[in-house]
Nanobody, 113 residues
Framework: QVQLVESGGGSVQPGGSLRLSCATSGISFSIRRMAWYRQAPGKQRELVAS???????DYVDSVKGRFTISRDNANRSMYLQMNSLKPEDTAVYYC???????WGQGTQVTVSS
């Protein structure tokens, strides 16, 4: 059974940090490209960052230098370290496996003073 479960969201002040986690099962994680998406209120879901099975990463321009995507194949997990958070980073963040077209349930990130 395919399962993606995000955790680590919350509320933080501008300039703060959060680390999101995505625990997976049923997707042969170690050989899959994975991605983080986000969706802000009233906006389309957008790709934030992706990572290949070999660890090659890519980021949307708005988070480059602030966010870091990583993976732990032994634990079938993916992470998103978010630093220097801005109010415009407020969104629901989703874990996504393109091969399975599988989404997690999302975790809310709110950046506000």
């Amino acid at each position: 059974q395919v399962q993606l479960v995000e955790s680590g969201g919350g509320s933080v002040q501008p300039g703060g940090s959060l680390r999101l986690s995505c625990a997976t099962s049923g997707i042969s994680f170690s050989i899959r490209r994975m991605a983080w998406y986000r969706q802000a209120p009233g906006k389309q879901r957008e790709l934030v960052a992706s990572i290949t099975s070999s660890g090659t990463t890519d980021y949307v321009d708005s988070v480059k230098g602030r966010f870091t995507i990583s993976r732990d194949n032994a634990n079938r997990s993916m992470y998103l370290q978010m630093n220097s958070l801005k109010p415009e980073d407020t969104a629901v963040y989703y874990c996504y496996c393109p091969y399975k077209a599988a989404w997690g349930q999302g975790t809310q990130v709110t950046v506000s003073s």
